[in-house]
């Protein structure tokens, strides 16, 4: 379970970091852009003006004129100015250190080479170079804006604004610095919020899987507390469901054994009795000798049949495949009946039938007779001399209705919920004088069910009892 913490952590915790990551790259992309953007236009408007006014008065060396205005305008604009002729000396400068000697910065040279009517640009030369150029000391940026100066034949050179941007660049560090300690403060937040909802998350996992292992040591009884809601509490519920299951088969399968083992165990020590007397009685009677040689093939017979019934039962737990088609069942009920009528007659009783015909239901034809063959058959074995089985076959609302009934001993009502439980009798001793096994009801159930379909029992101690057995028109769900 740690390893499926640790997984939802860390997924927590990159796709917030990573979330935030590029939303913090993304808002600091957009600010510095909109402030180089800002600061780009009023810099290129104020040298654009600059250069307009500046023009006329170039043209005409007007010297005092222009040094007047140049000086005004350097302190409206904090910076410094410079005029530029087309040959790329500076022919005025407000710090007065550069005239005369030709221009360095590479966007008045390409506004000078005609590339373009004006550049800006922002420039980290190192400390002493922006000393110099725009006489700010300790800083590390400076910036360029460059326009061309047009006369009466065309460009006669160009006006150079320096300013400084360290402020800007500060800001923009301000920023960043801002946001990593807003994405630190996610970040950590984020962690332990994953901690928490990880551990909310992974425990009912935690629990099914602490269950299992102690089911994994046979302890069977142990549940999943159920909490929460959605797939969370849906999971706990299905494995509680799951072992609800898994504890009743196995109580199922223990009963089951114990009661095959003593169902098999009665007619060997039966044998075994019959055979040690016969052995240590040389001088036994002949006519005894045979009646326990009868007795001994009577047992052997019970154990085939118990054996018989296991199996079957064996195929169809393990959900053997039906061989499906479409069966008559009119055509099948009466050849059941047919078969049957020799055993009821030597009973004399009357096997009476009311059967619909051309009623087909899709299905396994030896599993559907199987099924009522053993209900007519313990009919005719429960039901006393002379009495009346009546079996009969209809179709109504969609569905096919199986019927077996008979005047005999009947059911008393505590039994009924049990008679389809394997090894289960009724009269123990008297099912035993019949031949049965206890597992008849319990695979006429089974192969009822692996058609869709539904058996009940209705009856009364002393008048007889009826079985129903209802199919979906349909049949077997393939």
């Known amino acids: 379970m740690a390893s499926i913490r640790w997984k939802i952590l860390l997924a927590f915790f990159l796709i917030v970091g990573l979330s935030f990551f ?8 957009l600010v510095s852009d909109y402030l180089f953007d800002q600061r780009t236009r009023d810099d290129s ?8 006014a500046a023009a006329p008065l170039f043209q005409s060396v007007s010297a005092n004129e222009l040094n007047d205005m140049l000086e005004e305008n350097a302190v409206s604009m904090d910076g410094r100015l410079m005029l530029i002729d087309n040959d790329g000396k500076i022919q005025y400068d407000t710090f007065q250190n550069l005239c005369g000697q030709r221009v360095q910065v590479d966007e008045a040279l390409r506004v000078l080479s005609g590339d373009a009517a004006e550049a800006y640009g922002i420039h980290a030369p190192g400390r002493a170079v922006v000393e110099e150029m725009s006489g700010e000391s300790g800083a590390d940026y400076v910036a360029y804006s460059v326009h061309e100066m047009t006369g009466f034949q065309g460009r006669i050179g160009a006006a150079l604004y320096v300013s400084r941007v360290q402020s800007l660049m500060d800001s923009l560090q301000t920023v960043r610095m801002r946001l990593v300690s807003v994405f630190a403060i996610i970040a950590v937040a984020a962690l332990v919020v994953a901690l928490i909802l990880s551990r909310v998350l992974t425990n009912p996992i935690t629990a099914v899987s602490r269950t299992m292992r102690k089911m994994g040591k046979g302890d069977l009884s142990v549940r999943v507390p159920v909490k929460g809601s959605g797939e969370l509490r849906e999971l706990a519920e299905n494995y509680n469901t799951m072992a609800a299951q898994l504890e009743s088969l196995d109580k199922t399968r223990n009963q089951f054994v114990s009661n095959a083992s003593h169902e098999l165990k009665t007619p060997l020590a039966t044998m075994k009795i019959m055979l040690e007397s016969m052995i240590y009685q040389p001088d036994m009677p002949a006519e005894v000798r045979t009646e326990f ?63 619909r015909q051309d009623i087909v239901l899709y299905g396994d034809r030896s599993k559907l007779g199987q099924i009522l063959y053993n209900l007519t058959d313990n009919a005719i074995k429960y039901t006393p001399e002379e009495g009346t089985i009546r079996v009969s076959l209809k179709q109504e609302d969609g569905r096919i209705i199986w019927r077996v009934k ?7 009502k505590d039994d009924q919920e049990h008679i389809f439980e394997r090894f289960y009798r009724v009269d123990k001793a008297r099912g035993r004088e019949t031949g049965g096994t206890g597992l008849g009801l319990s ?12 058996i009940s029992v209705y009856s009364e101690p002393g008048q007889g009892s009826e079985f129903v057995v209802i199919f979906p028109q349909e049949g077997a769900a393939p």
């Open 22 to 29: 590029v939303a913090a790259t993304t808002l600091t992309g």
């Open 45 to 52: 408007m104020k040298t654009e003006k600059l250069a307009l």
């Open 293 to 355: 040689m009868k007795d001994i093939n009577h047992e052997i017979d019970r154990l085939t049949g118990i054996v018989t019934d296991l199996l079957v039962l064996t195929r169809m737990d393990n959900r053997e495949e039906m061989k499906r088609e479409s069966v008559n069942m009119s055509e099948l009920t009466l050849e059941t009946i047919h078969l049957l009528t020799p055993a009821a007659e030597q009973r004399r009783q009357t096997l009476a039938e009311d059967v």
């Open 406 to 412: 008979d005047n005999g001993i009947g059911i008393p």
């Open 443 to 454: 695979i006429v159930r089974q192969m009822v069910k692996m058609h869709g379909g539904t």
